[in-house]
């Protein structure tokens, strides 16, 4: 069976870009990870859609994603972020969002980067991915932990082996795949 996501987003103004440019693409740089990460918290219990359409916003909300200034957010942000109708205004995932930039700060000065940490723990299986994040991360369930993972290439499962975009992704050689390749195998 197709994935529907590969069937739908084509024809989508909204998904299409990110369907065909970044979803399930490998990426090195903490900034994007982090953004990455902030669009998955918030997307719990809302549609993807919705969060696209607010990207924008939560690039601006949240200083372009500049993990240091994010972690130095205080009261002042707290209220003017839930005041702000560009974003997803609820307490909880903010107070998320600027918990995980700290220790996402915390990651970056003992292994360099998220990338870095991330690439250390991999491969694991989802429940194990889950475990460690809920252990190292706020507001970070199985779905939030799953979508950012397979959004960056860490798990299977972005595409339909006949999407066009599942071809393009697997000539990046996503850390899925290389898990998957055992030795001998060859790539």
């Excluded at 292994?111 to 723990?121: C, E, F, P």
């Excluded at 994040?133 to 397979?150: D, H």
């Amino acid at each position: 069976m197709a994935h529907p996501y590969c069937q739908a987003a084509p024809h989508d103004p909204w998904h299409r870009p990110y369907h065909a440019t970044e979803y399930g693409f490998p990426q090195d740089r903490d900034s994007v990870l982090f953004e990455r990460l902030v669009l998955e918290i918030n997307q719990a219990g809302l549609s993807w859609l919705t969060i696209l359409k607010k990207r924008e916003g939560f690039t601006n909300a949240f200083a372009q994603w500049d993990i240091a200034r994010v972690a130095a957010f205080d009261e002042v942000d707290i209220a003017r972020l839930l005041a702000d109708p560009g974003i997803i205004r609820n307490r909880l995932k903010i107070l998320a969002v600027i918990e995980n930039a700290r220790r996402i700060l915390a990651i970056q000065q003992s292994h360099g980067s998220l990338k870095v940490w991330l690439d250390v723990h991999h491969p694991r299986a989802k429940a194990e991915w889950v475990a460690l994040f809920k252990k190292t991360f706020k507001f970070t369930g199985g779905e939030i932990v799953g979508e950012f993972l397979m959004s960056l290439g860490y798990l299977p499962g972005t595409h339909d082996e006949s999407c066009p975009v599942y071809h393009e992704i697997l000539a990046l050689d996503p850390p899925w795949r290389r898990a998957a390749v055992t030795p001998g195998e060859g790539g």
